[in-house]
Protein backbone atom coordinates (compact mmCIF):
# COMPACT_ATOMS: atom_id res chain seq x y z
CA UNK A 1 0.00 0.00 0.00
CA UNK A 2 1.48 3.50 -1.01
CA UNK A 3 1.56 6.17 1.81
CA UNK A 4 0.24 9.18 0.91
CA UNK A 5 1.98 11.87 3.52
CA UNK A 6 -0.85 14.47 4.13
CA UNK A 7 0.03 17.95 5.70
CA UNK A 8 -3.10 19.82 7.50
CA UNK A 9 -2.58 23.60 7.94
CA UNK A 10 -5.74 24.71 10.63
CA UNK A 11 -6.61 22.68 13.70
CA UNK A 12 -10.25 23.65 14.15
CA UNK A 13 -13.77 22.16 13.30
CA UNK A 14 -12.65 21.03 9.50
CA UNK A 15 -9.46 20.28 10.74
CA UNK A 16 -11.07 17.61 13.08
CA UNK A 17 -13.23 16.59 10.40
CA UNK A 18 -10.60 15.93 8.13
CA UNK A 19 -8.37 14.27 10.23
CA UNK A 20 -11.00 11.99 11.31
CA UNK A 21 -11.67 11.02 7.95
CA UNK A 22 -7.90 10.54 7.08
CA UNK A 23 -7.69 7.98 10.24
CA UNK A 24 -10.96 5.93 9.38
CA UNK A 25 -10.71 5.52 5.18
CA UNK A 26 -8.60 2.84 5.45
CA UNK A 27 -10.17 0.45 7.69
CA UNK A 28 -13.80 0.49 5.50
CA UNK A 29 -12.67 0.99 1.67
CA UNK A 30 -10.37 -0.86 -0.30
CA UNK A 31 -7.78 1.57 -1.39
CA UNK A 32 -4.01 1.49 -2.96
CA UNK A 33 -3.10 4.39 -0.91
CA UNK A 34 -3.36 5.20 3.08
CA UNK A 35 -3.25 8.91 4.32
CA UNK A 36 -0.67 9.66 6.65
CA UNK A 37 -0.93 12.30 9.26
CA UNK A 38 2.55 13.68 8.74
CA UNK A 39 2.32 16.94 9.93
CA UNK A 40 -0.35 19.70 11.19
CA UNK A 41 0.52 23.46 10.79
CA UNK A 42 -1.15 26.14 13.11
CA UNK A 43 0.08 29.41 14.28
CA UNK A 44 0.06 28.56 18.54
CA UNK A 45 2.49 25.97 18.68
CA UNK A 46 1.11 24.77 22.11
CA UNK A 47 -2.10 24.15 20.17
CA UNK A 48 -0.77 22.27 16.82
CA UNK A 49 0.98 19.78 19.19
CA UNK A 50 -2.19 19.26 21.35
CA UNK A 51 -3.84 18.93 18.11
CA UNK A 52 -1.23 16.71 16.61
CA UNK A 53 -0.67 14.28 19.59
CA UNK A 54 -4.84 13.80 20.03
CA UNK A 55 -5.25 13.09 16.15
CA UNK A 56 -1.91 11.03 15.67
CA UNK A 57 0.29 13.68 13.55
CA UNK A 58 4.42 12.64 13.54
CA UNK A 59 5.10 16.68 13.57
CA UNK A 60 3.54 19.99 13.61
CA UNK A 61 4.89 23.49 12.08
CA UNK A 62 3.92 27.16 12.62
CA UNK A 63 4.93 28.36 9.40
CA UNK A 64 2.73 26.72 6.26
CA UNK A 65 5.25 28.03 4.14
CA UNK A 66 8.16 25.71 6.19
CA UNK A 67 5.13 22.74 5.74
CA UNK A 68 5.06 23.11 1.80
CA UNK A 69 8.58 23.22 1.45
CA UNK A 70 8.89 19.50 3.33
CA UNK A 71 10.02 16.88 0.96
CA UNK A 72 8.30 14.19 2.86
CA UNK A 73 4.74 16.02 2.31
CA UNK A 74 2.83 14.61 -1.00
CA UNK A 75 -0.85 16.64 0.04
CA UNK A 76 -1.52 19.67 1.78
CA UNK A 77 -5.27 20.04 3.28
CA UNK A 78 -6.10 23.57 4.09
CA UNK A 79 -8.81 23.97 6.54
CA UNK A 80 -7.52 27.09 7.62
CA UNK A 81 -9.53 30.39 7.46
CA UNK A 82 -10.55 31.78 3.99
CA UNK A 83 -8.37 34.73 3.53
CA UNK A 84 -4.99 32.25 3.13
CA UNK A 85 -6.56 29.83 1.45
CA UNK A 86 -5.65 31.03 -2.15
CA UNK A 87 -1.45 31.99 -1.35
CA UNK A 88 -1.29 28.42 0.68
CA UNK A 89 -2.96 26.41 -2.58
CA UNK A 90 -0.70 28.69 -4.84
CA UNK A 91 2.34 27.91 -3.58
CA UNK A 92 1.69 23.86 -2.86
CA UNK A 93 0.66 23.27 -6.71
CA UNK A 94 3.56 25.24 -7.34
CA UNK A 95 5.38 23.02 -4.87
CA UNK A 96 3.78 20.11 -6.94
CA UNK A 97 2.07 19.60 -4.09
CA UNK A 98 -1.76 17.44 -4.33
CA UNK A 99 -4.05 20.15 -2.92
CA UNK A 100 -7.34 19.66 -1.11
CA UNK A 101 -8.94 22.65 0.10
CA UNK A 102 -11.72 23.46 2.23
CA UNK A 103 -14.80 25.47 1.03
CA UNK A 104 -15.32 28.29 -0.63
CA UNK A 105 -12.65 27.96 -2.58
CA UNK A 106 -11.41 31.62 -2.44
CA UNK A 107 -12.27 35.15 -1.36
CA UNK A 108 -14.15 35.37 -4.54
CA UNK A 109 -13.87 34.29 -8.25
CA UNK A 110 -10.96 36.51 -9.54
CA UNK A 111 -9.05 34.69 -6.31
CA UNK A 112 -10.61 31.45 -7.29
CA UNK A 113 -9.52 31.62 -10.58
CA UNK A 114 -5.70 32.01 -9.57
CA UNK A 115 -6.19 28.73 -7.80
CA UNK A 116 -7.30 27.15 -10.54
CA UNK A 117 -4.20 28.29 -12.64
CA UNK A 118 -1.91 27.36 -10.18
CA UNK A 119 -3.29 23.39 -10.00
CA UNK A 120 -4.18 22.72 -13.84
CA UNK A 121 -0.78 24.48 -14.61
CA UNK A 122 1.13 22.04 -12.35
CA UNK A 123 -0.85 19.10 -13.01
CA UNK A 124 -1.45 18.39 -9.44
CA UNK A 125 -5.03 16.50 -8.21
CA UNK A 126 -6.64 19.40 -6.17
CA UNK A 127 -10.45 18.99 -4.85
CA UNK A 128 -12.56 21.15 -2.64
CA UNK A 129 -14.27 20.10 0.82
CA UNK A 130 -17.90 20.04 -0.62
CA UNK A 131 -18.74 17.50 1.29
CA UNK A 132 -22.48 16.88 1.54
CA UNK A 133 -22.64 15.24 -2.10
CA UNK A 134 -21.27 12.67 0.10
CA UNK A 135 -24.24 12.00 2.09
CA UNK A 136 -25.68 8.76 0.92
CA UNK A 137 -29.52 10.37 0.68
CA UNK A 138 -27.96 12.94 -1.68
CA UNK A 139 -25.98 11.13 -3.77
CA UNK A 140 -29.27 8.83 -3.79
CA UNK A 141 -31.22 11.94 -5.06
CA UNK A 142 -28.25 12.75 -8.05
CA UNK A 143 -28.69 9.43 -9.32
CA UNK A 144 -32.78 9.74 -9.19
CA UNK A 145 -31.89 12.66 -10.94
CA UNK A 146 -29.75 11.36 -13.55
CA UNK A 147 -32.03 8.49 -14.37
CA UNK A 148 -34.54 10.60 -15.39
CA UNK A 149 -36.97 9.51 -12.99
CA UNK A 150 -38.20 12.67 -11.88
CA UNK A 151 -38.53 13.78 -15.17
CA UNK A 152 -38.15 17.43 -16.16
CA UNK A 153 -37.23 19.72 -13.55
CA UNK A 154 -39.53 22.91 -12.29
CA UNK A 155 -38.68 23.87 -9.15
CA UNK A 156 -35.24 23.91 -7.30
CA UNK A 157 -35.28 25.39 -3.12
CA UNK A 158 -32.55 25.25 -0.30
CA UNK A 159 -32.13 26.95 3.07
CA UNK A 160 -30.15 26.40 5.63
CA UNK A 161 -30.73 27.96 9.03
CA UNK A 162 -28.75 28.76 12.07
CA UNK A 163 -28.80 31.17 15.04
CA UNK A 164 -25.32 31.54 16.69
CA UNK A 165 -24.74 35.13 15.72
CA UNK A 166 -27.73 36.89 17.29
CA UNK A 167 -26.45 38.28 20.25
CA UNK A 168 -24.78 41.66 19.41
CA UNK A 169 -21.58 40.59 21.67
CA UNK A 170 -20.62 37.82 19.50
CA UNK A 171 -17.24 39.57 18.68
CA UNK A 172 -15.77 39.50 15.14
CA UNK A 173 -12.45 38.00 14.16
CA UNK A 174 -10.27 35.55 16.07
CA UNK A 175 -10.83 31.88 16.26
CA UNK A 176 -14.67 30.69 16.05
CA UNK A 177 -15.64 33.89 15.29
CA UNK A 178 -13.59 34.83 12.09
CA UNK A 179 -16.32 34.37 9.97
CA UNK A 180 -18.12 37.67 10.81
CA UNK A 181 -14.45 39.94 9.71
CA UNK A 182 -14.84 39.83 6.07
CA UNK A 183 -11.09 40.68 5.69
CA UNK A 184 -10.99 37.11 6.50
CA UNK A 185 -13.84 35.05 5.56
CA UNK A 186 -14.61 37.31 1.72
CA UNK A 187 -18.52 37.38 3.01
CA UNK A 188 -20.97 36.27 5.18
CA UNK A 189 -23.67 33.35 4.93
CA UNK A 190 -23.06 33.59 0.94
CA UNK A 191 -19.96 32.53 1.29
CA UNK A 192 -20.28 30.46 4.33
CA UNK A 193 -23.49 28.50 3.81
CA UNK A 194 -25.13 29.30 -0.05
CA UNK A 195 -22.29 27.78 -0.89
CA UNK A 196 -22.72 24.53 0.29
CA UNK A 197 -26.53 25.19 -0.90
CA UNK A 198 -25.10 26.18 -4.39
CA UNK A 199 -22.74 23.08 -4.39
CA UNK A 200 -25.02 20.88 -4.39
CA UNK A 201 -27.82 22.37 -6.60
CA UNK A 202 -25.58 22.97 -9.59
CA UNK A 203 -24.16 19.12 -9.07
CA UNK A 204 -27.98 17.96 -9.10
CA UNK A 205 -29.96 20.22 -11.41
CA UNK A 206 -26.67 21.34 -13.35
CA UNK A 207 -25.36 25.68 -14.24
CA UNK A 208 -27.14 28.23 -12.90
CA UNK A 209 -28.12 31.00 -15.33
CA UNK A 210 -28.91 34.09 -13.38
CA UNK A 211 -29.73 35.14 -9.99
CA UNK A 212 -31.50 38.43 -8.39
CA UNK A 213 -30.46 38.80 -4.60
CA UNK A 214 -31.18 40.21 -1.26
CA UNK A 215 -28.44 40.69 1.96
CA UNK A 216 -29.01 42.04 5.51
CA UNK A 217 -26.34 42.85 8.06
CA UNK A 218 -29.01 43.25 11.35
CA UNK A 219 -25.51 43.95 13.75
CA UNK A 220 -23.69 47.16 12.03
CA UNK A 221 -21.20 47.38 14.76
CA UNK A 222 -19.48 44.92 16.50
CA UNK A 223 -15.95 44.59 18.53
CA UNK A 224 -13.35 43.36 17.04
CA UNK A 225 -11.23 40.89 18.68
CA UNK A 226 -8.07 42.12 17.65
CA UNK A 227 -8.19 45.37 18.70
CA UNK A 228 -11.11 44.97 21.16
CA UNK A 229 -13.03 47.88 20.11
CA UNK A 230 -16.24 48.41 18.32
CA UNK A 231 -15.83 48.33 13.98
CA UNK A 232 -18.54 48.30 11.42
CA UNK A 233 -19.68 44.77 10.35
CA UNK A 234 -19.54 43.92 6.77
CA UNK A 235 -20.58 40.65 6.03
CA UNK A 236 -24.18 39.71 5.38
CA UNK A 237 -26.26 37.66 7.99
CA UNK A 238 -29.05 37.19 5.75
CA UNK A 239 -29.29 36.18 1.99
CA UNK A 240 -31.89 35.27 -0.44
CA UNK A 241 -31.84 35.13 -3.85
CA UNK A 242 -33.92 33.42 -6.64
CA UNK A 243 -32.32 32.31 -9.80
CA UNK A 244 -32.92 30.47 -12.82
CA UNK A 245 -30.89 27.32 -14.28
CA UNK A 246 -29.76 26.47 -17.58
CA UNK A 247 -32.53 23.79 -17.73
CA UNK A 248 -35.56 26.33 -17.31
CA UNK A 249 -36.24 25.42 -13.50
CA UNK A 250 -36.69 28.18 -10.92
CA UNK A 251 -34.98 28.32 -7.45
CA UNK A 252 -35.32 29.88 -3.97
CA UNK A 253 -32.20 29.92 -2.11
CA UNK A 254 -32.06 31.44 2.02
CA UNK A 255 -29.27 31.40 4.13
CA UNK A 256 -29.29 33.21 7.69
CA UNK A 257 -27.83 33.24 11.08
CA UNK A 258 -30.31 34.86 12.75
CA UNK A 259 -32.81 32.01 12.69
CA UNK A 260 -34.17 31.33 16.51
CA UNK A 261 -34.05 27.29 17.13
CA UNK A 262 -31.67 26.29 14.11
CA UNK A 263 -28.24 25.24 14.72
CA UNK A 264 -27.63 23.86 11.15
CA UNK A 265 -31.20 23.34 9.15
CA UNK A 266 -30.27 22.35 5.69
CA UNK A 267 -32.95 21.18 3.46
CA UNK A 268 -33.71 21.05 -0.27
CA UNK A 269 -36.16 19.94 -2.25
CA UNK A 270 -36.57 19.66 -6.45
CA UNK A 271 -39.89 19.03 -7.91
CA UNK A 272 -40.42 17.57 -11.41
CA UNK A 273 -43.05 16.15 -14.07
CA UNK A 274 -43.09 12.44 -12.06
CA UNK A 275 -41.66 13.24 -8.64
CA UNK A 276 -40.36 15.22 -6.27
CA UNK A 277 -37.59 14.42 -3.42
CA UNK A 278 -36.87 16.15 -0.02
CA UNK A 279 -33.92 15.81 2.27
CA UNK A 280 -33.18 17.42 5.49
CA UNK A 281 -29.92 17.35 7.23
CA UNK A 282 -31.77 17.15 10.85
CA UNK A 283 -32.52 13.72 9.35
CA UNK A 284 -29.52 13.19 7.40
CA UNK A 285 -29.75 9.23 6.39
CA UNK A 286 -33.67 9.96 4.64
CA UNK A 287 -34.80 11.17 1.82
CA UNK A 288 -38.30 12.01 1.25
CA UNK A 289 -40.17 10.90 -2.29
CA UNK A 290 -43.01 11.12 -4.00
CA UNK A 291 -43.96 9.97 -7.77
CA UNK A 292 -47.03 10.66 -9.29
CA UNK A 293 -46.76 7.40 -11.16
CA UNK A 294 -47.61 4.96 -8.05
CA UNK A 295 -50.88 3.39 -8.23
CA UNK A 296 -53.12 6.51 -6.59
CA UNK A 297 -54.50 4.30 -3.66
CA UNK A 298 -51.04 3.93 -2.30
CA UNK A 299 -49.63 7.06 -3.51
CA UNK A 300 -47.98 9.38 -1.11
CA UNK A 301 -44.72 10.90 0.13
CA UNK A 302 -42.62 7.49 1.27
CA UNK A 303 -39.14 7.67 3.41
CA UNK A 304 -36.61 6.08 2.13
CA UNK A 305 -33.98 4.82 5.04
CA UNK A 306 -30.62 5.12 2.93
CA UNK A 307 -28.85 2.26 4.29
CA UNK A 308 -29.11 -0.56 2.63
CA UNK A 309 -26.28 -2.27 0.84
CA UNK A 310 -26.75 -1.17 -2.84
CA UNK A 311 -27.80 2.25 -1.68
CA UNK A 312 -24.25 4.82 -2.19
CA UNK A 313 -21.51 4.33 0.20
CA UNK A 314 -23.50 2.32 2.57
CA UNK A 315 -22.38 -1.23 1.70
CA UNK A 316 -18.88 -0.08 3.36
CA UNK A 317 -20.29 0.30 6.47
CA UNK A 318 -22.61 -1.81 8.91
CA UNK A 319 -25.79 -4.01 8.51
CA UNK A 320 -28.72 -2.90 6.78
CA UNK A 321 -31.07 -0.28 8.84
CA UNK A 322 -28.18 0.86 10.90
CA UNK A 323 -27.39 4.78 9.81
CA UNK A 324 -24.74 6.51 9.28
CA UNK A 325 -24.19 10.27 10.29
CA UNK A 326 -21.84 13.18 9.12
CA UNK A 327 -18.83 12.94 9.49
CA UNK A 328 -18.91 9.96 6.78
CA UNK A 329 -19.53 12.20 4.54
CA UNK A 330 -15.81 13.50 4.86
CA UNK A 331 -14.14 10.06 4.81
CA UNK A 332 -16.02 9.06 1.90
CA UNK A 333 -14.68 12.42 0.03
CA UNK A 334 -11.14 10.75 1.15
CA UNK A 335 -11.72 7.41 -0.56
CA UNK A 336 -13.35 9.05 -3.52
CA UNK A 337 -10.70 11.41 -4.22
CA UNK A 338 -8.07 8.38 -3.68
CA UNK A 339 -9.83 6.07 -6.06
CA UNK A 340 -9.83 9.08 -8.54
CA UNK A 341 -5.99 9.18 -7.73
CA UNK A 342 -5.63 5.31 -8.28
CA UNK A 343 -7.33 5.62 -11.60
CA UNK A 344 -5.77 9.22 -12.83
CA UNK A 345 -9.07 10.70 -12.91
CA UNK A 346 -9.93 14.38 -11.06
CA UNK A 347 -11.85 13.63 -8.01
CA UNK A 348 -15.16 16.10 -8.04
CA UNK A 349 -15.84 19.38 -7.20
CA UNK A 350 -12.28 20.29 -8.11
CA UNK A 351 -10.93 23.36 -8.29
CA UNK A 352 -12.44 24.32 -11.52
CA UNK A 353 -15.60 22.64 -10.31
CA UNK A 354 -15.57 24.67 -6.84
CA UNK A 355 -14.78 28.10 -8.95
CA UNK A 356 -18.61 27.67 -10.65
CA UNK A 357 -20.04 28.37 -7.24
CA UNK A 358 -17.74 31.28 -6.39
CA UNK A 359 -19.08 32.65 -9.52
CA UNK A 360 -22.55 32.39 -8.40
CA UNK A 361 -22.09 33.64 -4.76
CA UNK A 362 -20.14 36.65 -6.17
CA UNK A 363 -23.41 37.42 -8.70
CA UNK A 364 -25.43 36.86 -5.47
CA UNK A 365 -23.90 39.47 -3.65
CA UNK A 366 -23.54 41.83 -6.68
CA UNK A 367 -27.13 41.65 -7.24
CA UNK A 368 -28.11 42.60 -3.48
CA UNK A 369 -26.11 45.72 -4.15
CA UNK A 370 -27.14 46.48 -7.63
CA UNK A 371 -30.91 45.45 -7.10
CA UNK A 372 -30.34 44.06 -10.82
CA UNK A 373 -30.54 40.21 -11.91
CA UNK A 374 -27.19 38.97 -12.55
CA UNK A 375 -25.88 36.93 -15.28
CA UNK A 376 -23.46 34.00 -14.24
CA UNK A 377 -20.08 33.45 -16.36
CA UNK A 378 -18.98 30.04 -16.93
CA UNK A 379 -15.89 28.86 -15.06
CA UNK A 380 -14.82 26.09 -18.29
Known amino acids: MKKLNVGLVGY ?10 FHQVNHFFPLNYTPIRKVVCGRDKAQAQAFATNWGYEAIETDWRALVARPDI ?66 LAKQLIDQGKLGRIFHYRA ?34 LLAHCIDTAM ?12 TETFVKDRKHV ?71 VVRGWRSIHVSDGDQPYMKHWWIPGVQIGYEHSFTHQVADFITALQGGQAAAPTFR ?25 SAT
Not at 160 to 189: C, H, K, M, Y
Not at 203 to 214: E, F
Not at 244 to 256: C, I, K, P, Q, Y
Not at 366 to 374: D, I, Q, T, V, Y
Open 12 to 21: GLMGRAHSNA
Open 74 to 139: DLIDIAAPNNVHAEIAIEAARAGKMVLCEKPLGMNAAESEKMVQAVEAAGVANMVWYNYRRVPAVT
Open 159 to 192: KFLQDWTINAEVPQGGPGTWRLDVNVAGSGVTGD
Open 203 to 214: WLNGRIDSVTAM
Open 226 to 296: ATGKSAPVYIDDASAFLARFNNGSLATFEATRYARGHKALYTLEVNGEHASLLWDLHDLHRLQWFDHRDSS
Open 353 to 377: EALATDFVTDAVLRSAKSGLWEKIP
